[in-house]
C-alpha cells in the first residue's frame, strides 16, 4: 500500500514540476506528525498601505490618491516624485504638532510614509507587510492532516499563525530538527537551508529563481503551494499504511491458515496466493489514495489587484466591464467552471461511496479466504452480495440526491444583473468577472465587488471579518490592508443591511475572499454517522470470532480444514452488517425528500440528525411566531381597550379621526407606511367611512424626528385638524382629554393614569399611536409649532398578531423537550406579551440587549436555562446568545426570515430561514428553508428527526441484532454437534434476504408517530444507547429462537437432508416477519419483507438453483415446521418487550408505543404519518 501510494504520488509530483531527488522520502510520508515551516523561506509578500490620514485640512481623498499613485511595495520606503508630490520615509526630526498627533492616529509605528504637496506636509501613511497567505495554506494541511505544526524564527509570526510551538531558526535549524527527532517526532521541514533539509525525515526545499538549490532536500517544489500538497499528501500516507497493515496482516493469517488444509503439495503456492491477493488490494487502495489527493483543490492564488483603491472608472476599466453591463458573448467568454464546484449526483460515485466503509476490506478478506481454500463458487457469491449491498446503498442515495439537487437549484440564489444594456436576473453561480449587479437591504452579496454606486448603503460583514456592526460603503477609493476597512468592497457572504448598491463583480467562487478561506475545509460526520461507523468497526472482532469458533470447533473433530473454512467464512459474512454505514446517509436525505414534499428544503440533509439532537430553538418574533403584517386589534378611549365587537360611539369616533389623520391612499399603490395601512384596512370592520371626515385640505406628512402624521380637513361645520402619531410625541401637545363622560383637563393625574394604561397596551404586545384632533383655521395650522392645544381622542392599539397555531406548536415542541427562546428587537414589554400569549418561561426574566452587554460569558451562561425571551437585541447579540448555548453543550436552532438574523443562522447547528419572503441572506446561511413560514412545519421538521433515530435505531437493531442471532444460533450448533447446521452458502444467502433491502426500508419509512411523548424519548443517548442494546438482545434472541426450533423441530420430524433447509426457512422467516412487523404500516417494509420471503421460497422450490444453495424442496411438513418457527420468533420479538420489568425499564407501557391519533402532534391533512402499534423500541 505504501509502495503504491508512493508511486502514483511521484507521478503526480512531475506533473506539478516537482523534483523528487530521494524516492524514498515519499515512503517516509507515513512517518510524519510534526510540520516544521522555516520562516526565513517563506515569501516576504509586497508592503501595503494600511492607512493615509490627512494634514493641515487637506481633502483626503486627493492625498489619499497621491499616495497611491506614488507608494511602491516592493521597495516601500525610497523617495519618489511625481505631479509636485513627494513620499518618503518620515523622520524623527520632521515632526510639529499636527504631524504628531497624526502619527498618534496611526498607532505610532516606525513604518510611516510623509506625503508632502508643494513642499508643504500633505498627509501620513502607515506602511504593513501583510502575513504570507502561504503559512495559512500549510498550517491548514498540517491541522487538517492531524500533524502539529512548528515555525522556527520567528516568534511572532509563530503567534499570529497560532502554530503549536517555536523552534530556533537560522543556523540554529539543524538542532531544532535533532531536537524534535530526538523526543520521537516525525518531521517534514519545509525551508532553503540545506543542512536542516537534511537531517529532517522529509526535506522539502524550495526552490526560488535566481537563489541557491537547497540539494539537501528530498523533494524541490518550485512554490508553497506544491509543499502544502506534500503537507496534506503526508497525512493520507499515515492512513494508507494503517489499511495496508491490517490488509497485510489478513492476508498472512489467510495464508497461515490454508497451509493447514488441502494437499502438501500445493500448501505453499495457496499461502503465497492469499499473500500476493492482499498485497495486490493493499497497492490498489494506496494508488487510489493518491490519486484522491491530487484530485483535492490546490489553494488559489489571485492577481493582486486593489480594488478598492481603484476608482469607479479605474475599476470597470481593469475588469473590462461597462456601467451597462456585458453582452452574451462577453459572459459566455468569461464563463468557467468554479475550482469548487458541486459535483451533480453520479451512480458511479454513490456505488463507490457506498464500498468506502470499514466493512469493504473484511468482505474482501473473506472473498480472498474463500477461494484460496478452494471454494469460488462462495468467493463469487461474497463478492456478489457486497455489490448488491452497495447497489441498493447507491441507488437510494442516488435517486434522493438527484431530487433533492434539483430542489436546490429552483431555490438558488438568484441575483439582478446589467447584461445587453438591460436588467435580467440569473443565478448567482452564473455570475462573471465584470458582471454589474444590482443589490438591496437583505440581499446575500454572491461574490466578491467593487462598489460602482450606492444609497445610504451599510453592510453587515460579520461572516467575513467578525465585525458585529453593519460597516457604511462607499463608491470613494479607499487606502486599507485589511478587507474590514476596505468601504468601497462587497464581499461574498456578507449581506447588505441597509441601502442599495450597484457593483460590479471582481471575483467569483474559489476566488472570493470566502472561498480562498474554505479551501482545505472538511466536512466532518454528524453524531449519527459518528455513531455508526463506532459500531460498524465493533461488529468486525464479532465475526471474526464467531467464524473462527465455528473454525476451531470444526477442526476439533476431525473435518477437513477447507470445509470448516467455508462454513467459517459464510458465518463470518453473515455477521458482517454491511448495510451499516449507509443507514445514516439514506435516513437523513429520505426525511429531507419527504421534508420537501411538506414546503420544507433541507439545503444540507446532515441536519436532519442535528434536529433529531435539538434541545434549543432561537426564534425571531415577526414572521414566525406571529402573522409578519401588523393590523388595527384595539381602540381604546384612555380608560378601556375593546375590539372591533365591542366598540362603541367613543371609539368609532377614535378610529374615524385616524382614518381622517392618515395619508392619501393613491389608486393602485399601497400606503408607505405600515401603520397607516392597518387603520384604513380595519376602518370598515369598524364601521367607519375612508373619506367620512370631510374633504382633505392639506397634509403635513410624517417624520421620525417629528413622529406624528396631521391633516387638515373641510367638512360642512368648518376645518378640523387631525392627528395621529407616538404617544410621547402627541401628550405633550395635548390639553384636553375627551372621556366618555365628558372633556377633562389633561393634568398631571391624568397623563399618569394614560401612561398606565399605554404601559399596560405595551407590555400586551400592542404597538400604541394616539389620535388627537382640534378645530383648525388653515394651512397655518399644520407648522410643526401650531400643533398643539390638541384634544385627546383615545389610542389605536397595532399588533403582529401570533398566529393561531403558534402556542400549540410551541407547547408541543417544549414537550419534545426542546427549549423556545424568542429573540427580537421589539420592547421588552411587548416581548412579554407575545411571550405570555405563546407561554414561553412565564416565571423567567425577559433580558434586553443592554443587560446582555453587561453579563459577561459565564455570567450569561448561568442564565440560560432560565431565559425565555431576549429583547432590544441586535444582529450582534443573536449570535452571542447562539454561541453561548452552544457552549454550555446545546444543540441550537436559529429561525428567523431577515438579514438580521443571518448571522446567527449560520452559526447555529441548524439554521432555519422561514418563509418565502426570506431574505436572500437568511436563505442562503440555512440548512433548512421552509417556504410557508409556519413554524409547524418546523416541528415537522423535528418530527422527522427525531424518528430518524428511531429508524435508524430499527434499523440498526434489524442489521445487528439478526447478525447477531446468526452467529449464536450457528456457533452453539456447531459446538455441539461438531458442525455448522448451515452452509457457507446457505449463511450468504441469509444474509442477502435479510440484511440491506429490508433494513433501508426500515430506515426510508416516514415518521411511525408524531406524539411529542414518544418522540421525547428519541435522540442520540436514548435510540443508539440502551434502548438499541436491547432491541439488538430482544432481536437477536428472537432469531436465534426462531432459528433453533426449526432446526429442533426438523431433527424432530425426521426431516433428515431436508434439516438445513427447514433450519434456513425457520431464521430467514424470524428475521424477516420481525421486520415486517417494525413496519407494518409502511408499504416499502411489507414489500421488501414479502419480496424477501418470495425469493426464498423460489430458490427453496426451484430444482437446480435450490441445490446451488445446498438445500432441497420441502413438503408440507417441512414448510410447516420452518415457518411456525419463524411465526415463534417473530412473536417472541413481540411479546418480551411487553414483559414487566423490560417494560418498567423502557420507561414507558406497551400501551405509550401505540399512539392513537388523538396524542398526534398536529392533525393536519397534509403530514404524513404511519402509526405502528408494534415498534420494538
Given at each position: 500500500?505504501?509502495?503504491?501510494?508512493?508511486?502514483?504520488l511521484?507521478?503526480?509530483?512531475?506533473?506539478?514540476?516537482?523534483?523528487?531527488?530521494?524516492?524514498?522520502?515519499?515512503?517516509?510520508?507515513?512517518?510524519?506528525?510534526?510540520?516544521?515551516?522555516?520562516?526565513?523561506?517563506?515569501?516576504?509578500?509586497?508592503?501595503?498601505i494600511?492607512?493615509?490620514?490627512?494634514?493641515?485640512?487637506?481633502?483626503?481623498?486627493?492625498?489619499?490618491?497621491?499616495?497611491?499613485?506614488?507608494?511602491?511595495?516592493?521597495?516601500?520606503?525610497?523617495?519618489?516624485?511625481?505631479?509636485?508630490?513627494?513620499?518618503?520615509?518620515?523622520?524623527?526630526?520632521a515632526?510639529?504638532?499636527?504631524?504628531?498627533?497624526?502619527?498618534?492616529?496611526?498607532?505610532?509605528?516606525?513604518?510611516?510614509?510623509?506625503?508632502?504637496?508643494?513642499?508643504?506636509?500633505?498627509?501620513?501613511?502607515?506602511?504593513?507587510?501583510?502575513?504570507?497567505?502561504?503559512?495559512?495554506?500549510?498550517?491548514?494541511?498540517?491541522?487538517?492532516?492531524?500533524?502539529?505544526?512548528?515555525?522556527?524564527?520567528?516568534?511572532?509570526?509563530?503567534?499570529?499563525?497560532?502554530?503549536?510551538?517555536?523552534?530556533?531558526?537560522?543556523?540554529?535549524?539543524?538542532?531544532?530538527?535533532?531536537?524534535?527527532?530526538?523526543?520521537?517526532?516525525?518531521?517534514?521541514?519545509?525551508?532553503?537551508?540545506?543542512?536542516?533539509?537534511?537531517?529532517?525525515?522529509?526535506?522539502?526545499?524550495?526552490?526560488?529563481?535566481?537563489?541557491?538549490?537547497?540539494?539537501?532536500?528530498?523533494?524541490?517544489?518550485?512554490?508553497?503551494?506544491?509543499?502544502?500538497?506534500?503537507?496534506?499528501?503526508?497525512?493520507?500516507?499515515?492512513?494508507?499504511s494503517?489499511?495496508?497493515?491490517?490488509?497485510?496482516?489478513?492476508?498472512?493469517?489467510?495464508?497461515?491458515?490454508?497451509?493447514?488444509?488441502?494437499?502438501?503439495?500445493?500448501?505453499?503456492?495457496?499461502?503465497?496466493?492469499a499473500?500476493?491477493?492482499?498485497?495486490?488490494?493493499?497497492?490498489?487502495?494506496?494508488?487510489?489514495?493518491?490519486?484522491?489527493?491530487?484530485?483535492?483543490?490546490?489553494?488559489?492564488?489571485?492577481?493582486?489587484?486593489?480594488?478598492?483603491e481603484?476608482?469607479?472608472?479605474?475599476?470597470?476599466?481593469?475588469?473590462?466591464?461597462?456601467?451597462?453591463?456585458?453582452t452574451?458573448?462577453?459572459?459566455?467568454?468569461?464563463?468557467?467552471?468554479?475550482?469548487?464546484?458541486?459535483?451533480?449526483?453520479?451512480?458511479?460515485?454513490?456505488?463507490?461511496?457506498?464500498?468506502?466503509?470499514?466493512?469493504?476490506?473484511?468482505?474482501?478478506?473473506?472473498?480472498?479466504?474463500?477461494?484460496?481454500?478452494?471454494?469460488?463458487?462462495?468467493?463469487?457469491?461474497?463478492?456478489?452480495?457486497?455489490?448488491?449491498?452497495?447497489?441498493?446503498?447507491?441507488?437510494?442515495?442516488f435517486?434522493?440526491?438527484r431530487?433533492?439537487?434539483?430542489?436546490?437549484?429552483?431555490?438558488?440564489?438568484?441575483?439582478?444583473?446589467?447584461?445587453?444594456?438591460?436588467?435580467?436576473?440569473?443565478?448567482?453561480?452564473?455570475?462573471?468577472?465584470?458582471?454589474?449587479?444590482?443589490?438591496?437591504?437583505?440581499?446575500?452579496?454572491?461574490?466578491?465587488?467593487?462598489?460602482?454606486?450606492?444609497?445610504?448603503?451599510?453592510?453587515?460583514?460579520?461572516?467575513?471579518?467578525?465585525?458585529?456592526?453593519?460597516?457604511?460603503?462607499?463608491?470613494?477609493?479607499?487606502?486599507?490592508?485589511?478587507?474590514?476597512?476596505?468601504?468601497?468592497?462587497?464581499?461574498?457572504?456578507?449581506?447588505?443591511?441597509?441601502?442599495?448598491?450597484?457593483?460590479?463583480?471582481?471575483?467569483?467562487?474559489?476566488?472570493?475572499?470566502?472561498?480562498?478561506?474554505?479551501?482545505?475545509?472538511?466536512?466532518?460526520?454528524?453524531?449519527?454517522?459518528?455513531?455508526?461507523?463506532?459500531?460498524?468497526?465493533?461488529?468486525?472482532?464479532?465475526?471474526?470470532?464467531?467464524?473462527?469458533?465455528?473454525?476451531?470447533?470444526?477442526?476439533?473433530?476431525?473435518?477437513?480444514?477447507?470445509?470448516?473454512?467455508?462454513?467459517?467464512?459464510?458465518?463470518?459474512?453473515?455477521?458482517?452488517?454491511?448495510?451499516?454505514?449507509?443507514?445514516?446517509?439514506?435516513?437523513?436525505?429520505?426525511?429531507?425528500?419527504?421534508?420537501?414534499?411538506?414546503?420544507?428544503?433541507?439545503?444540507?440533509?446532515?441536519?436532519?440528525?442535528?434536529?433529531g439532537?435539538?434541545?434549543?430553538?432561537?426564534?425571531?418574533?415577526?414572521?414566525?411566531?406571529?402573522?409578519?403584517?401588523?393590523?388595527?386589534?384595539?381602540?381604546?378611549?384612555?380608560?378601556?381597550?375593546?375590539?372591533?365587537?365591542?366598540?362603541?360611539?367613543?371609539?368609532?369616533?377614535?378610529?374615524?379621526?385616524?382614518?381622517?389623520?392618515?395619508?392619501?391612499?393613491?389608486?393602485?399603490?399601497?400606503?408607505?407606511?405600515?401603520?397607516?395601512?392597518?387603520?384604513?384596512?380595519?376602518?370598515?370592520?369598524?364601521?367607519?367611512?375612508?373619506?367620512g371626515?370631510?374633504?382633505?385640505?392639506?397634509?403635513?406628512?410624517?417624520?421620525?424626528?417629528?413622529?406624528?402624521?396631521?391633516?387638515?380637513?373641510?367638512?360642512?361645520?368648518?376645518?378640523?385638524?387631525?392627528?395621529k402619531?407616538?404617544?410621547?410625541?402627541?401628550?405633550?401637545?395635548?390639553?384636553?382629554?375627551?372621556?366618555?363622560?365628558?372633556?377633562?383637563?389633561?393634568?398631571?393625574?391624568?397623563?399618569?393614569?394614560?401612561?398606565?394604561h399605554?404601559?399596560?397596551?405595551a407590555r400586551?404586545?400592542?404597538?400604541?399611536?394616539?389620535?388627537?384632533?382640534?378645530?383648525?383655521?388653515?394651512?397655518?395650522d399644520?407648522?410643526?409649532?401650531?400643533?398643539?392645544?390638541?384634544?385627546?381622542?383615545?389610542?389605536?392599539?397595532?399588533?403582529?398578531?401570533?398566529?393561531?397555531?403558534?402556542?400549540?406548536?410551541?407547547?408541543?415542541?417544549?414537550?419534545?423537550?426542546?427549549?423556545?427562546?424568542?429573540?427580537?428587537?421589539?420592547?421588552?414589554?411587548?416581548?412579554?406579551?407575545?411571550?405570555?400569549?405563546?407561554?414561553?418561561?412565564?416565571?423567567?426574566?425577559?433580558?434586553?440587549?443592554?443587560?446582555l452587554?453587561?453579563?459577561?460569558?459565564?455570567?450569561?451562561?448561568?442564565?440560560?436555562?432560565?431565559?425565555?425571551?431576549?429583547?432590544?437585541?441586535?444582529?450582534?447579540?443573536?449570535?452571542?446568545?447562539?454561541?453561548?448555548?452552544?457552549?454550555h453543550?446545546?444543540?441550537?436552532?436559529?429561525?428567523?426570515?431577515?438579514?438580521?438574523?443571518?448571522?446567527?443562522?449560520?452559526?447555529?447547528?441548524?439554521g432555519?430561514?422561514?418563509?418565502?419572503?426570506?431574505?436572500?441572506?437568511?436563505?442562503?446561511?440555512?440548512?433548512?428553508?421552509?417556504?410557508?413560514?409556519?413554524?409547524?412545519?418546523?416541528?415537522?421538521?423535528?418530527?422527522?428527526?427525531?424518528?430518524?433515530?428511531?429508524?435508524?435505531?430499527?434499523?440498526?437493531?434489524?442489521?445487528?441484532?439478526?447478525?447477531?442471532?446468526?452467529?449464536?444460533?450457528?456457533?452453539?450448533?456447531?459446538?455441539?454437534?461438531?458442525?455448522?447446521?448451515?452452509?457457507?452458502?446457505?449463511?450468504?444467502?441469509?444474509?442477502?434476504l435479510?440484511?440491506?433491502v429490508?433494513?433501508?426500508?426500515?430506515?426510508?419509512?416516514?415518521?411511525?408517530?408524531?406524539?411529542?411523548?414518544?418522540?421525547?424519548?428519541?435522540?442520540?443517548d436514548?435510540?443508539?444507547?440502551?434502548?438499541?442494546?436491547?432491541?439488538?438482545?430482544?432481536?437477536?434472541?428472537?432469531?436465534?429462537?426462531?432459528?433453533?426450533?426449526?432446526w429442533?423441530?426438523?431433527?424432530?420430524?425426521?426431516?433428515?437432508?431436508?434439516?438445513?433447509?427447514?433450519?434456513?426457512?425457520?431464521?430467514?422467516?424470524?428475521?424477516?416477519?420481525?421486520?415486517?412487523?417494525?413496519?407494518?404500516?409502511?408499504?416499502?417494509?411489507?414489500?421488501?419483507?414479502?419480496?424477501?420471503?418470495?425469493?426464498?421460497?423460489?430458490?427453496?422450490?426451484?430444482?437446480?438453483?435450490s441445490?446451488?444453495?445446498?438445500?432441497?424442496?420441502?413438503?408440507?411438513?417441512?414448510?410447516?415446521?420452518?415457518?411456525?418457527?419463524?411465526?415463534?420468533?417473530?412473536?417472541?420479538?413481540?411479546?418480551?418487550?411487553?414483559?414487566?420489568?423490560?417494560?418498567?425499564?423502557?420507561?414507558?407501557?406497551?400501551?405509550?408505543?401505540?399512539?392513537?391519533?388523538?396524542?398526534?402532534?398536529?392533525?393536519?391533512?397534509?403530514?404524513?404519518?404511519?402509526?405502528?402499534?408494534?415498534?420494538?423500541?
Open positions: 500500500g505504501r509502495d503504491g501510494f508512493a508511486a502514483q511521484g507521478r503526480t509530483l512531475a506533473g506539478l514540476r516537482v523534483t523528487t531527488l530521494d524516492r524514498d522520502a515519499l515512503r517516509r510520508l507515513d512517518r510524519i506528525d510534526t510540520v516544521v515551516l522555516d520562516a526565513a523561506a517563506l515569501p516576504r509578500p509586497a508592503a501595503q494600511e492607512r493615509v490620514v490627512a494634514l493641515q485640512g487637506r481633502d483626503p481623498s486627493d492625498v489619499a490618491r497621491r499616495v497611491r499613485a506614488l507608494f511602491q511595495g516592493g521597495h516601500p520606503y525610497a523617495l519618489r516624485r511625481g505631479e509636485g508630490a513627494r513620499l518618503e520615509r518620515l523622520r524623527p526630526d515632526e510639529d504638532g499636527d504631524i504628531r498627533r497624526a502619527r498618534h492616529d496611526l498607532g505610532g509605528g516606525s513604518d510611516i510614509l510623509l506625503l508632502t504637496v508643494d513642499d508643504e506636509p500633505a498627509a501620513l501613511a502607515a506602511v504593513i507587510r501583510p502575513p504570507a497567505i502561504e503559512v495559512a495554506w500549510v498550517v491548514g494541511a498540517a491541522r487538517a492532516a492531524g500533524h502539529m505544526v512548528a515555525i522556527a524564527g520567528s516568534a511572532s509570526l509563530s503567534r499570529r499563525a497560532d502554530a503549536d510551538l517555536h523552534v530556533d531558526g537560522g543556523d540554529h535549524l539543524t538542532a531544532s530538527v535533532h531536537m524534535l527527532q530526538r523526543d520521537g517526532c516525525g518531521v517534514l521541514l519545509v525551508s532553503r537551508r540545506s543542512r536542516a533539509l537534511a537531517a529532517a525525515d522529509v526535506g522539502v526545499g524550495v526552490v526560488e529563481p535566481g537563489a541557491r538549490v537547497p540539494w539537501g532536500a528530498d523533494i524541490l517544489v518550485p512554490d508553497w503551494e506544491r509543499a502544502r500538497f506534500l503537507v496534506e499528501a503526508a497525512g493520507v500516507a499515515h492512513e494508507v494503517r489499511q495496508s497493515a491490517a490488509v497485510a496482516l489478513t492476508g498472512s493469517g489467510i495464508g497461515a491458515l490454508s497451509l493447514l488444509g488441502g494437499h502438501p503439495a500445493g500448501a505453499g503456492t495457496r499461502a503465497m496466493t499473500v500476493n491477493i492482499a498485497a495486490l488490494f493493499a497497492f490498489a487502495n494506496g494508488t487510489r489514495a493518491a490519486v484522491a489527493v491530487a484530485r483535492r483543490p490546490m489553494p488559489v492564488r489571485r492577481a493582486a489587484v486593489p480594488w478598492h481603484l476608482t469607479v472608472a479605474e475599476a470597470l476599466a481593469r475588469a473590462d466591464a461597462r456601467p451597462r453591463g456585458l452574451a458573448v462577453e459572459v459566455d467568454a468569461r464563463a468557467r467552471p468554479q475550482a469548487v464546484a458541486t459535483r451533480r449526483p453520479s451512480l458511479a460515485r454513490a456505488f463507490v461511496g457506498e464500498l468506502a466503509n470499514p466493512l469493504t476490506p473484511v468482505l474482501a478478506g473473506a472473498t480472498v479466504l474463500a477461494a484460496s481454500v478452494g471454494s469460488i463458487t462462495d468467493a463469487a457469491l461474497v463478492a456478489t452480495v457486497t455489490g448488491a449491498n452497495a447497489t441498493v446503498g447507491a441507488l437510494q442515495r435517486q434522493v440526491e431530487a433533492l439537487g434539483a430542489l436546490e437549484r429552483d431555490n438558488g440564489q438568484r441575483v439582478r444583473v446589467r447584461r445587453d444594456r438591460r436588467l435580467t436576473v440569473v443565478p448567482a453561480s452564473e455570475l462573471v468577472a465584470g458582471d454589474v449587479i444590482l443589490l438591496d437591504a437583505g440581499s446575500l452579496v454572491p461574490a466578491d465587488c467593487r462598489v460602482l454606486r450606492e444609497t445610504a448603503l451599510e453592510v453587515d460583514e460579520s461572516a467575513l471579518t467578525g465585525e458585529s456592526l453593519p460597516v457604511t460603503k462607499t463608491a470613494e477609493p479607499v487606502v486599507a490592508a485589511s478587507p474590514a476597512d476596505r468601504t468601497s468592497m462587497l464581499y461574498a457572504g456578507t449581506v447588505v443591511a441597509a441601502g442599495t448598491a450597484e457593483a460590479v463583480v471582481v471575483a467569483t467562487g474559489s476566488e472570493t475572499e470566502a472561498g480562498i478561506a474554505a479551501v482545505g475545509e472538511s466536512v466532518s460526520a454528524g453524531g449519527v454517522e459518528r455513531r455508526l461507523r463506532d459500531l460498524t468497526r465493533m461488529s468486525i472482532p464479532v465475526s471474526a470470532l464467531g467464524g473462527a469458533g465455528v473454525v476451531a470447533s470444526a477442526l476439533a473433530r476431525g473435518l477437513p480444514l477447507a470445509a470448516a473454512a467455508q462454513t467459517g467464512v459464510g458465518l463470518a459474512i453473515a455477521a458482517v452488517p454491511e448495510g451499516l454505514p449507509a443507514l445514516a446517509t439514506v435516513a437523513q436525505l429520505s426525511a429531507a425528500r419527504r421534508l420537501s414534499r411538506r414546503g420544507a428544503l433541507a439545503r444540507n440533509p446532515r441536519a436532519i440528525e442535528a434536529l439532537r435539538l434541545d434549543v430553538l432561537c426564534t425571531d418574533k415577526t414572521g414566525t411566531v406571529t402573522e409578519g403584517r401588523i393590523e388595527l386589534a384595539l381602540v381604546s378611549d384612555g380608560d378601556r381597550a375593546v375590539t372591533a365587537g365591542a366598540a362603541g360611539a367613543a371609539e368609532r369616533a377614535v378610529v374615524a379621526a385616524a382614518v381622517a389623520a392618515s395619508p392619501r391612499a393613491r389608486s393602485g399603490r399601497p400606503l408607505p407606511h405600515f401603520t397607516d395601512r392597518a387603520v384604513l384596512d380595519a376602518a370598515p370592520a369598524w364601521g367607519v367611512a375612508v373619506e371626515n370631510g374633504a382633505r385640505h392639506q397634509d403635513l406628512p410624517f417624520e421620525s424626528r417629528r413622529g406624528y402624521h396631521a391633516v387638515v380637513r373641510r367638512n360642512g361645520q368648518g376645518m378640523t385638524l387631525f392627528v402619531g407616538a404617544p410621547e410625541k402627541l401628550l405633550p401637545r395635548c390639553t384636553v382629554w375627551r372621556r366618555a363622560d365628558g372633556d377633562v383637563t389633561l393634568g398631571r393625574r391624568e397623563q399618569r393614569r394614560l401612561e398606565r399605554l404601559n399596560e397596551l400586551r404586545g400592542y404597538r400604541v399611536l394616539a389620535v388627537a384632533q382640534r378645530p383648525a383655521t388653515g394651512r397655518h399644520l407648522a410643526d409649532d401650531q400643533v398643539r392645544d390638541l384634544v385627546l381622542l383615545g389610542f389605536v392599539a397595532l399588533a403582529d398578531p401570533v398566529r393561531p397555531s403558534a402556542r400549540d406548536a410551541a407547547a408541543a415542541l417544549e414537550r419534545a423537550g426542546v427549549q423556545i427562546v424568542m429573540l427580537t428587537g421589539d420592547h421588552p414589554s411587548t416581548a412579554q406579551g407575545i411571550a405570555e400569549e405563546l407561554g414561553l418561561a412565564p416565571d423567567g426574566p425577559v433580558v434586553t440587549g443592554a443587560q452587554d453587561a453579563l459577561d460569558d459565564a455570567a450569561l451562561e448561568a442564565r440560560l436555562d432560565d431565559i425565555g425571551v431576549f429583547a432590544r437585541v441586535t444582529p450582534a447579540h443573536k449570535v452571542r446568545i447562539v454561541e453561548a448555548y452552544r457552549r453543550g446545546r444543540v441550537v436552532a436559529m429561525a428567523g426570515d431577515g438579514a438580521n438574523d443571518a448571522a446567527a443562522i449560520r452559526l447555529a447547528d441548524v432555519v430561514a422561514l418563509g418565502e419572503n426570506a431574505t436572500s441572506a437568511a436563505r442562503s446561511g440555512a440548512d433548512l428553508v421552509v417556504a410557508d413560514g409556519r413554524i409547524e412545519t418546523l416541528i415537522d421538521a423535528v418530527v422527522e428527526g427525531r424518528s430518524m433515530w428511531s429508524s435508524v435505531r430499527d434499523a440498526v437493531a434489524l442489521l445487528v441484532g439478526g447478525n447477531l442471532g446468526e452467529v449464536a444460533f450457528t456457533l452453539s450448533a456447531a459446538l455441539l454437534t461438531g458442525r455448522s447446521p448451515l452452509s457457507a452458502r446457505q449463511l450468504l444467502l441469509v444474509n442477502l435479510t440484511d440491506t429490508p433494513a433501508v426500508a426500515i430506515a426510508l419509512r416516514a415518521p411511525k408517530s408524531s406524539s411529542m411523548d414518544a418522540l421525547l424519548r428519541e435522540g442520540p436514548a435510540s443508539l444507547g440502551g434502548s438499541l442494546a436491547r432491541a439488538i438482545y430482544i432481536r437477536g434472541g428472537a432469531t436465534a429462537a426462531g432459528a433453533t426450533a426449526a429442533v423441530g426438523a431433527r424432530a420430524t425426521l426431516q433428515g437432508p431436508r434439516t438445513p433447509t427447514v433450519t434456513l426457512v425457520g431464521l430467514v422467516g424470524a428475521q424477516l416477519g420481525q421486520t415486517l412487523v417494525a413496519g407494518i404500516h409502511d408499504p416499502r417494509v411489507v414489500a421488501a419483507s414479502v419480496g424477501s420471503a418470495a425469493v426464498m421460497g423460489l430458490i427453496v422450490a426451484t430444482p437446480g438453483v441445490q446451488l444453495f445446498g438445500c432441497q424442496p420441502l413438503d408440507p411438513v417441512g414448510w410447516a415446521v420452518g415457518l411456525s418457527a419463524a411465526a415463534l420468533g417473530t412473536m417472541a420479538a413481540v411479546a418480551v418487550p411487553r414483559l414487566p420489568g423490560l417494560r418498567e425499564r423502557n420507561g414507558r407501557s406497551a400501551k405509550s408505543t401505540a399512539v392513537d391519533d388523538a396524542d398526534a402532534l398536529v392533525a393536519s391533512p397534509h403530514r404524513e404519518r404511519s402509526l405502528d402499534p408494534w415498534t420494538l423500541r
